[in-house]
């Protein structure tokens, strides 16, 4: 079953993947497994994760920032 691209609108229902950044990183990854998001290994301090929900063709339908701070030991 086709989850990403244009041939993906034909699903029936839609079925939408979520794009993170973490940190403001000029990159992203995509994932659209379902899974719960696990993000481990950051430094102790602030951090920011972005999550956006996209449409099959990347369009973000919605997105949330999330801004933590992971205590030292």
Do not use: C
């Not at 086709?2 to 990854?29: C, E, F, K, M, Q």
């Not at 602030?46 to 919605?62: C, F, N, S």
């Amino acid at each position: 079953m086709s989850v990403y691209g244009p041939n993906a609108l034909d699903v029936s229902p839609r079925i939408g993947h979520i794009h993170v950044t973490v940190d403001d990183a000029p990159w992203h990854w995509a994932d659209g497994s379902g899974e719960p998001l696990i993000i481990q290994g950051l430094p102790a301090g602030p951090h920011r994760v972005w999550i956006g929900l996209a449409d099959p063709t990347h369009k973000i339908l919605d997105s949330k920032t999330v801004d933590f701070v992971v205590p030292t030991r």
